[in-house]
């Protein structure tokens, strides 16, 4: 157990609609990532937060954004989804704010869109 | 911006052989991380290496870091059938964003 919890663990909707997921940090981390893994493929970076504010910002689509809350949990929204959305979507923590330490991933939410 | 590129994409090896996964990047790093992913997995974090030609080794794997901090490789000596999964190098591109290689998939039969 990494200690990143992230809800839902499964989700399946359909195209257009809007979704969100979200990851609970690590006690103490101030760091999440995101990442999405489509089937069989690498882990392609999405966005960085760090306690409240974005630090950096990967290949990530307009139409998704991604906020984290004072509390340091962090939601992913997706809207207007597509059937090349259907993917896994990792959340990480880290205590650090960039550039080195270990990332500690949740299991992930696959997201599956019909 | 920074690609961190992994050969091979596959590799099926008799339980008891060696395995070598390289790990290329396009800009020098300051760090480079390994994870292993297993199948239905998150991945889950090796090590990191920092220094020039830093070579550590954790049981029956041992990683390298190149000189020029543009490369790094993964070697399994004597495979077991618990290696089996998805090995990814990480490294930072310098402004906060954490970019993972391709990966390589590990396949031991028994």
């Known amino acids: 157990d990494s200690g990143v919890t992230q809800t839902p663990k499964h989700l399946i909707t359909a195209t257009g609609q809007r979704v969100t997921l979200r990851c609970s940090p690590r006690s103490g981390d101030l760091s999440v990532y995101w990442y999405q893994q489509s089937l069989d493929q690498g882990l392609q970076f999405l966005i960085h937060?760090?306690?409240?504010?974005?630090?950096a910002k990967g290949n990530i689509l307009e139409r998704f954004s991604a906020q984290q809350f004072p509390d340091l949990h962090s939601e992913l929204n997706l809207s207007s989804l597509e059937l090349g959305d259907s993917a896994l979507y990792f959340c990480?923590?880290?205590?650090?704010?960039?550039?080195?330490?270990?990332?500690?991933f949740g299991e992930g939410s696959r997201l599956t869109v019909l | 911006g920074q690609q961190v590129m992994q050969i091979p994409q596959y590799q099926h090896v008799q339980e008891g052989e060696d395995f070598t996964t390289y790990c290329n990047s396009s800009t020098t790093l300051s760090n480079i991380q390994w994870y292993k992913q297993r199948p239905g997995g998150h991945p889950v974090f090796l090590i990191q290496?920092?220094?020039?030609?830093e070579v550590k080794k954790q049981k029956r794997l041992t990683f390298q870091f190149g000189e020029a901090k543009k490369n790094s490789s993964l070697h399994i000596t004597a495979t077991q059938t618990t290696d089996v999964g998805t090995y990814f190098c990480?490294?930072?591109?310098?402004?906060?964003?954490?970019?993972f290689g391709s990966g390589t998939k590990l396949n031991v039969k028994p």
């Open positions: 990480a490294g930072p591109d310098g402004f906060n964003k954490f970019y």
């Open positions: 990480a923590s880290s205590p650090l704010g960039g550039n080195t330490g270990e990332l500690f």
């Open positions: 937060y760090y306690n409240g504010e974005e630090r």
């Open positions: 290496l920092v220094k020039s030609g």
